[in-house]
């Protein structure tokens, strides 16, 4: 994904890629995995990142397997690592098996067995199976699969890999997580299979049981917390630093209300009593991928943003293209005085405010964050291999 704001300068927010804390997420994955093979979920543009950009990072760390959600995102993924193995999880598309050939690309079977076979011909060319084992999402079931076998349609073409995929494993504790496993393990036991792979980035961390062959973390490459645990106490290294830029300081009365619909008022306290508040207006917003319900309001608290290391909370909501924060109480509030508020950042995810406490803010997850961040950020990558 290209940034609109190729000109640091004429752009509202910045989004800074640790491409070397992207490589230190691996490593970390990898280490953990044991025997296993650590390869790497990139669909969705790399959480958001660019495939472009990380695919050859994580190459240069040493995976050499790619998932992603679609054959296009195989492409990309091709041209960025032209000797990768290449897994496609919505599996075989209609008329597109010259594509699969072309890149080599794999599909991750699920029902289409006999279309996928009947396209390949002779070809007999590499491809997975994923048996459902509790996720009721994509997958062929375990009966199918038995079928399949006792009539011996896969006896000419075996699948180089078989995967499942754990519904719960955010859930340490989980009673669905064992009985996935103890599912797919009694399958996997009856049938040889060349290779075979259960564990997303949360089933990394359940323990040697759940890595199999081939281990397949995507949201803990790019620092999200894949685990309950991990909210509070995250393993895993920041990737993203999104900013926006400042574009007007003021002070406000108490009883003003702040933002579309008034739902927040300036309201005075102990130590405000009768004293303005000094508001800052940053742009970025929803169209940013900065969620809407990350806003603050009378009734409920929002997000924080962060400058110089000081946390600032939200006030009112989150617009289109603009959202405030409330600096009164930041130590160098002094300093923003005037215009030297110009040409000043506001850390909206970082290392301060850490990715899942903002989504924790929006009522969503890190995942949704990370793939909705916009184009009109100006992108710098930092700290390649």
Not at 36 to 43: F, L, N, W
Not at 72 to 77: A, N
Not at 298 to 304: C, E, H, I, L, P
Request: charged letters at 20%; one cysteine or more.
């Amino acid at each position: 994904m290209n940034s609109l704001s190729e000109n640091s300068d004429l752009a509202g927010g910045r989004l800074t890629v640790d491409l070397g804390a992207l490589a230190d997420n691996w490593q970390l994955l990898n280490q953990l995995s044991g025997s296993g093979e650590c390869s790497a979920v990139v669909k969705s543009d790399a959480y958001g990142i660019g495939i472009e950009q990380a695919v050859p990072t994580l190459w240069k760390a040493g995976c050499r397997t790619f998932f992603v959600a679609l054959p296009e995102e195989g492409i990309r993924v091709r041209k960025a690592a032209p000797d990768a193995i290449i897994y496609v999880l919505a599996g075989y598309l209609p008329r597109t098996l010259e594509i699969y050939r072309d890149h080599a690309l794999r599909p991750v079977i699920n029902d289409e067995i006999n279309s996928w076979i009947e396209a390949s011909g002779k070809d007999r060319l590499p491809y997975a199976i994923q048996l459902e084992t509790g996720m009721n999402r994509l997958g062929m079931s375990i009966s199918k699969f038995e079928a399949l076998q006792a009539s011996e349609v896969l006896a000419s073409c075996q699948p180089d890999l078989v995967i499942s995929h754990l519904a719960c494993a955010d859930s340490p504790n989980h009673p669905l997580n064992e009985m996935q496993r103890a599912e797919f393990q009694k399958t996997v036991d009856r049938y040889v299979c060349k290779n075979t792979s259960l564990a997303n980035s949360a089933g990394i961390f359940l323990g040697p049981d759940y890595h199999y062959d081939l281990v397949r973390p995507g949201i803990a490459l790019y620092g999200g917390a894949s685990a309950e645990d991990h909210l509070q106490n995250n393993p895993m290294r920041p990737v993203i630093c999104v900013e926006a830029r400042i574009l007007q300081v003021k002070s406000v009365l108490p009883g003003s209300s702040v933002g579309y619909g008034g739902v927040e008022t300036i309201r005075p306290s102990d130590r405000t009593a009768g004293r303005e508040r000094i508001l800052a207006t940053l742009s970025a917003g929803y169209s940013d991928g900065y969620l809407r319900s990350a806003g603050s309001s009378d009734t409920q608290s929002g997000a924080f943003a962060a400058w110089r290391g000081v946390r600032v909370p939200l006030i009112g909501r989150v617009s289109m293209d603009l959202v405030t924060v409330d600096m009164t109480d930041h130590p160098d509030i002094d300093q923003l005085m005037g215009d030297n508020w110009q040409d000043e950042w506001i850390e909206l995810i970082g290392p301060t405010v850490p990715l899942d406490e903002v989504a924790c803010s929006a009522k969503t997850i890190g995942y949704e964050l990370l793939t909705s961040l916009g184009t009109r950020y100006h992108r710098t990558y930092i700290n390649d291999l």
